[in-house]
Every structure is written in C-alpha cells, then in structure tokens.
C-alpha cells in the first residue's frame, strides 16, 4: 500500500483534535490531495456496483462533541456493505454478550480473503473472524428476534441509531447481491454444518444481504463511527446506541481485522481501527476523538478503497489520531519527540 502523505508530518496522539479552522483545513486538504488519483478497480461481483461513478469522492469528520467538517461528496449515498459487519456486531455483543459472541464468533484475522471458504474449513467450522462474511453471517445468525423480519427491524433500527437517521435500503443493491450471493449462501450452508449457524441459513444470508444494502454517505460513517469513539452515545442525537465495554471489543477486532487481510498493513501505517466496504466506503474511529467516514469506489486488491486509505492516512498523521504515537514528558521535562 502506497500512502503518500506528504510533508504533514507526525502529530502524536494528543487527547483532543487541534482547533475546528484546523480540523475543517485538514479535511479539505485530505480531499484536494487525493481527488485526482485514478488508482483501484470499482467492484463487479456484485453487478449493480459496477455501475458506480468512479470518480465520487468524499470526506467526513465527525466530532466527539458532534461538530461535522465534510469535503466533496460527503453525502452522496452508497450501500454500507461490509461496513455494517462493525455496527452489527456491536449491536450483537450488546445484546447478547461478550462471551457468546467471542465463543461462537471468535476475534482474530483470518489473513484470507472476505469471502472465504478455505478459512471455515481451516479453522474446523470456526469463523474466527467478524469482519469477514463467514463471521459476519455467524454474527447475524445470533442477531434477536423471532422471525427473520424481526431480525431485520433490530438491525435497521439499530444502524439508524449510529447514524442518527433512518438508513434506507437499496432495493437495486439488495436484489443485484441476492440473485449473485450463491457464495455466502455456500458458506451459510457450511457454517451450519459446523454448528456455527442454528437457524435457517439462507434467511441469515437474506438478513446479511439487506443490512448490506443499507444506503449510507461519508457523512454518516463519520457519525457511526465517532458514536464508538464515543462510549457509544451519538455525539449527534446525545443517544446512547451501545454500552461503551462493547465499543472497546468492537475496536479491538476492527484493529485486528477490518481491512481484511490488509489489517496489518492498515494499523502499522494509519495506527486507528478501521473498516471498508467493496462499494467505497471506510470508516475509522479515534478513541474519544472523532470518527472518520470517506467514499471513493476504486478499490485495491483486497477490495479497500483507494483514495479512502490515503485521505485517512493523512487525515491520521495530520491530526494526530495514531494510537500508537506517543510523545511522553518525563519528570524533568524531557520529551520523546
Ligand atoms: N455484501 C458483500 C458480500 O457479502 C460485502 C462484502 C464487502 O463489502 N467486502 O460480498
């Protein structure tokens, strides 16, 4: 991954954001620096998504406090993706609890593709990983409520508390995704055979589906993700939409995994969780900071977009957000930096 951030430099991670002139300067600049980059192929697999514009690019930056700085087609919609494995999985933990969660789901990268069969069969059924489509039904399946219908209010009424408004459903996307999904319904099918789903399978990936489906801009990732930056209350409506312990477990395994298999390379260049979606998205939260929502349709390799990892990357050094960049004063006054 080539994320040229120019001559910004490396502010540490400092507690709060630098002024608002500042943050707004910044977000423009993520934008300006990264607009003309053609780099990355829009997704096809899903064959509504080719359709996009390609050249749609926007930036959001939504504070703790609720301020929102927004840069080129912050509010243009496109469907959430695997973006909404985070919000769903957080709605999950809080509704049913770390622990099962953890057993049935489990935490750690896969280093395999989103779409996965080999990474169930390696790992004797478990899916291991939420962030991907195998955990990611595994996670639905566990999602309350009796019927798949109720299933889905829980769900479209709980990402529509992350973003403050109610998130409407792509029909186009959804049916696109439904008569091409034979792969997630191949892995529902093999997950349930592993136990690790206990309810209709194909219902699951119809839920899965739909809560993919779900029509988001940049402006209202930004939102969902400074919700888990912070505690879990919307800084937005003041709603408390999740307990702050689960917006901890949630930013652990973004850390972990929410680039895929590009996870790694993702924490050690920009340092904040993270996690993408194949049409464009990427949302990333600075603990206690803000939340970072950014739409480009040309994706790399791994199906993250390309010009979302930059204008994040740079957004991270420039204003600081890197969790691992510390400037420590000792006793006498000395600084690391
Ligand atoms: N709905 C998509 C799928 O299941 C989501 C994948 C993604 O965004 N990586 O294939």
């Known amino acids: 991954?080539?994320?040229d951030v120019g001559d910004v430099g490396q502010a540490?991670?400092?507690g709060t954001l630098p002024g608002w002139d500042r943050v707004e300067e910044l977000v423009a600049a993520a934008w300006h620096r990264n607009r003309d980059l053609r780099a990355g192929e829009v997704a096809d697999?899903?064959?509504i998504l080719a359709e996009v514009d390609p050249e749609l690019f926007g930036v959001c930056v939504a504070?703790?406090?609720g301020g929102i700085h927004l840069a080129g087609d912050a509010d243009h919609p496109f469907s959430i993706q695997s973006i909404s494995k985070a919000f769903v999985y957080a709605l999950v933990c809080d509704a049913v609890g770390h622990q099962v969660v953890l057993d049935r789901v489990g935490v750690d990268n896969t280093g395999l593709p989103f779409n996965s069969v080999m990474a169930v069969e390696l790992n004797d059924g478990h899916p291991r990983n939420p962030m991907v489509?195998?955990?990611a039904l595994a996670t639905t399946a566990l999602v309350p409520g009796a019927t798949p219908a109720a299933k889905w209010t829980f769900i479209q009424d709980g990402l529509a508390r992350f973003a403050g408004r109610p998130l409407p459903l792509d029909e186009q996307v959804y049916a696109s995704e439904?008569?091409?999904n034979q792969r997630?319904?191949?892995?529902?099918r093999l997950l349930e055979s592993y136990g690790r789903i206990d309810t209709d399978p194909l219902?699951?990936?119809d839920v899965y589906t739909r809560q993919c489906a779900l029509l988001v801009s940049a402006r209202d990732l930004a939102v969902m993700g400074a919700t888990l930056a912070d505690g879990g209350v919307n800084p937005v409506t003041g709603e408390r939409v999740v307990a702050a312990s689960v917006c901890q477990d949630t930013l652990a395994v973004l850390a972990a995994s929410g680039l895929y298999e590009r996870s790694g390379e993702w924490l050690y260049e920009i340092g904040v969780p993270g996690k993408s979606g194949v049409a464009g998205g990427i949302v990333t939260v600075a603990p206690g900071k803000a939340g970072i929502g950014t739409f480009s349709p040309r994706l790399d390799g791994a199906g993250n977009s390309v010009r979302g990892q930059r204008a994040t990357a740079y957004l991270s050094r420039a204003l600081g957000l890197n969790v691992f960049a510390s400037d420590v004063r000792t006793p006498d006054g000395r600084s690391s930096t």
């Open 184 to 188: 997630n319904r191949a892995i529902a």
């Open 133 to 135: 489509n195998a955990g």
């Open 178 to 180: 439904a008569a091409t």
């Open 203 to 205: 219902a699951v990936v």
């Open 1 to 3: 991954m080539e994320l």
């Open 63 to 65: 504070e703790v406090d």
């Open 45 to 47: 697999y899903i064959p």
């Open 12 to 14: 540490v991670s400092t």
